[in-house]
């Protein structure tokens, strides 16, 4: 399987500034790393310009979160009918800042992955392990836990990615170690046979060859540094 490199823009941007962003992201994509899986997942009203910016780069459109339901009165919410509408493949699902922000529990994270399932997306499911978790010697069995309960029943392992995000390393700068990584990502894959696992947390040009150089991660979900083109072309290339 390629490696799959996943840029998460957040709230981040301004219309020309993501747009200047997505060129360069799939000029590098078109004419240097044609092998690479990319997606990028702008703020949506951002989508459409952005899908018509990356056409046939060969990057991929992701969504941020969707709602649960179908359709319905869910005012400020998106669906993920209307992301597969506006181009997106992926769209992202129980990142941790939507957990803290807005208390987003494993069974909500669970029934939008279906929802984006059955409307054809790939979710891209964050599960992670807060700070005094790791410390108190129980991040493999949260994080297993989380998987578990959030990864929809009966669904097959090439419908959605798992990215596992240790939250105390989102946005820090501070990555657990290589073997820590490798322990936990060999975790989830034993309790999901045949699941992608990425690596999401402080991956920047510099420690992308690292992490993304171990057989157990399968690609990696970028934050901060999804905002830089030289940066984010740069993960690309270690990918
Ligand atoms: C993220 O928000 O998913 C993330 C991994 O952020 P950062 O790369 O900035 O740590």
């Not at 990425?198 to 992490?211: E, P, Q, R, T």
């Amino acid at each position: 399987m390629r490696k799959a490199i996943i840029g998460n823009w957040k709230m981040h941007g301004t219309r020309p500034g993501a747009l200047a962003l997505a060129e360069a992201a799939a000029t590098h994509v078109r004419k240097v790393r044609p092998e690479c899986e990319v997606v990028l997942c702008p703020p949506a009203v951002f989508l459409y310009e952005i899908d018509a910016a990356i056409a046939s780069s060969g990057v991929k459109l992701g969504g941020q979160d969707c709602h649960a339901a179908a359709e319905g009165p869910f005012t400020g919410d998106i669906s993920a009918a209307q992301l597969k509408e506006a181009g997106c493949s992926h769209v992202i699902v129980g990142h941790s800042e939507r957990r803290a922000a807005y208390g987003e529990h494993n069974d909500a994270v669970r029934d939008k992955a279906a929802q984006a399932i059955t409307q054809g997306l790939i979710p891209i499911i964050c599960v992670g392990e807060p700070a005094e978790i790791r410390q108190q010697g129980q991040a493999e069995a949260f994080v297993g836990a989380a998987a578990r309960a959030c990864v929809p029943e009966g669904v097959m392992p090439v419908q959605f990615l798992l990215a596992y995000e240790p939250v105390w390393s989102i946005g820090t700068g501070n990555t657990p170690t290589l073997d820590d990584i490798i322990r936990m990502h060999a975790h989830l894959k034993t309790l999901l046979p045949g699941a992608a696992v990425l690596y999401g947390g402080s991956v920047k040009g510099s420690n992308a060859a690292a992490i993304l150089g171990l057989p157990e991660v399968d690609g990696a979900l970028v934050g901060g540094a999804s905002l830089k083109a030289e940066e984010f072309c740069a993960i690309v290339d270690a990918a």
